[in-house]
């Protein structure tokens, strides 16, 4: 039988998206399990074949399937395995031979994997705006910052597997802001969307400017978006410090691999009436002028409920 589809995986600290997809890049069929509560990691695998063999049979696509592709907080593309991932109960004290075990449980299917925002650039490159392009940056924005290097056609993985965690790369050399990984003033720390929000609290204590946002006990990002869609002033210049920001880092990210392109994706990237301009206004008065107003700031067009098992099926198209 032809093995003309392939399975994509979306692995996070809360749930696993999984749908299988066809060389068209349609998901055929999707489910999501709920992953939030698993602390052991046999049991994690043995319950996501359950339900990948459960969508397999609800599709009748038996025998079809030639791959399984992964994407995963700290996944190691060479080794398959999952390093110390904070976000996950299951792995975040050790490395898990994730790959291999879930192959097994899957009667022999192949699986690979790499980090969620090295999968989320191969999904655009194979199916999205990326497709033709062989040198751009993905950024993904949403919890945290991630990104995917693509030059020359290829996934940047380093010697290691890790290669291209440039939500870590500081941005704040002094008094800047404390991240999870341990280190100070991570780009992640402020243009994530708890980055939005930290700013968002830090800027109503240090001013006595009127806002909608001092009716919220709690902000989030969403509330930031809510307020300046209503005309807040401080919610849209905390929107424009916040694509400053951006620019600034995207700058430097151009001056090391001159990108055709560096791509937005994520729930925050949603916010483009409110970034595009900053960004593009900052990226370009701080880059070479060998590269102003050459490299295209673009965001993601793959349909919002779809793009994180593409981005992951993506990866099971390399298996033979």
């Not at 996934?155 to 939500?167: C, K």
């Not at 980055?195 to 400017?209: F, S, V």
């Not at 691999?257 to 009436?273: M, T, Y």
């Amino acid at each position: 039988m032809n093995k003309d589809l392939v399975i994509g995986v979306d692995v996070g600290g809360q749930s696993a998206k999984c749908g299988i997809v066809d060389m068209m890049g349609t998901v055929l069929k999707q489910t999501v399990m709920r992953s939030e509560n698993y602390t052991d990691a046999q049991q994690y695998v043995d319950d996501l074949a359950a339900t990948l063999k459960q969508i397999i049979k609800d599709a009748d696509v038996a025998g079809r399937i030639r791959g399984i592709g992964m994407g995963v907080p700290n996944g190691n593309y060479y080794t398959g395995e999952i390093e110390n991932a904070v976000n996950l109960k299951w792995a975040n004290k050790s490395k898990v031979k994730f790959a291999d075990m879930l192959q097994k449980a899957m009667g022999g299917i192949p699986v690979k994997l790499t980090n969620d925002a090295n999968a989320a650039a191969l999904g655009e490159m194979t199916y999205g705006v990326a497709k033709g392009m062989k040198d751009f940056i993905m950024i993904t924005l949403g919890t945290g910052v991630g990104s995917g290097i693509v030059i020359n056609g290829q996934v940047v993985y380093g010697h290691d597997g890790f290669a291209g965690e440039l939500g870590h790369t500081t941005l704040v050399r002094h008094n800047g802001r404390l991240c999870n990984c341990g280190k100070t003033g991570c780009l992640e720390t402020y243009c994530s969307a708890l980055g939005i929000a930290r700013t968002a609290r830090e800027w109503l204590e240090m001013t006595d400017e009127p806002s909608l946002l001092r009716n919220y006990e709690e902000i989030s990002a969403k509330d930031v978006k809510d307020a300046a869609d209503e005309g807040d002033n401080l919610a849209k210049k905390i929107f424009d410090y916040t694509g400053t920001l951006l620019g600034e880092a995207f700058a430097d990210f151009i001056e090391f691999s001159a990108p055709e392109a560096i791509i937005l994706f994520g729930g925050v990237a949603r916010n483009r009436e409110y970034l595009d301009e900053p960004i593009k206004k900052s990226m370009n008065a701080n880059v070479l002028p060998l590269w102003r107003n050459k490299v295209k700031l673009l965001y993601t067009a793959l349909k919002e409920s779809d793009a994180a098992i593409l981005g992951a099926s993506a990866l099971a198209w390399e298996i033979k």
